[in-house]
């Protein structure tokens, strides 16, 4: 395993959050190709950070920007898990490392009610962006129930302390969320004695 390429992602990420004057369209065609680089190889993502939980899927910080400008998560989906249906608020990319997830879009009626929109199935090397532009609720899958999968996520913001929403699939109820992270330990990407090749 090498850091190289989770470290190489992090530069690049913070190189284009720093430019100014992109609209959202442009950063996520960046952010997008700047994943599927990192998610071209299941080579680099530490063991800690590919951990399940037999409950509750995993949402592993692997870094967060000290200004908050993003974050970039590595989820862990045990057999069968999956998510509420929820919102980001803030430009996402996700990318599949390991095993699929089913993505599944909902939109709000005039009524508030939630109806079914686009359905997509992430295979490893794929990836797919969110955004209250492009359409922000979601809910999403491990495709399968008897392996885990880990998808690769990248936030225009600090996600697991911004505060959301999730909604109820029947009613279409919404209830504010902060996900906040699993780890109990936020991890020092470069490690003292872990060489930086
Ligand atoms: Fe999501």
């Known amino acids: 395993m090498t850091i190289s390429k989770l470290r190489s992602m992090v530069q690049d990420v ?3 959050v720093e430019r100014q004057g992109l609209e959202e369209p442009a950063v996520l065609e960046r952010a997008k190709t700047l994943m599927e680089t990192l998610i071209a190889t299941d080579d680099w993502l530490p063991e800690a950070m ?3 939980h037999p409950q509750y899927y995993q949402q592993h910080l692997l870094y ?3 200004l908050d400008r993003f974050s970039l998560v590595s989820f862990v989906w045990g057999p069968g898990q999956r998510t509420p249906i929820h919102d980001h608020t803030v430009w996402g990319v996700i990318g599949m490392l390991r095993g699929s997830e089913v993505e599944q879009h909902f939109e709000r009626d005039a009524q508030g ?4 929109g ?3 199935t992430l295979l490893p ?3 797919a962006c969110v955004s209250p532009s492009i359409g922000d609720i979601h809910q999403v899958s491990n495709a399968y129930d008897d392996r885990v999968s880990i998808s690769i996520h990248l936030y225009g913001g600090n996600i697991g302390r911004i505060q959301r929403h999730v909604f109820d699939p029947n009613t279409g109820a919404v209830k504010d969320f902060v996900s906040g992270y699993s780890n109990t330990l936020i991890p020092n990407l470069w490690p003292a004695g872990e060489a930086a090749a």
Do not use: C, F
Request: positive net charge; aromatic residues 0%.
């Open 64 to 66: 967060g920007d000290p």
């Open 125 to 127: 090397g794929q990836a």
């Open 118 to 120: 686009r359905q997509a």
């Open 14 to 16: 913070t190189r284009l």
């Open 113 to 116: 009610q939630l109806q079914p």
């Open 50 to 52: 590919a951990q399940p």
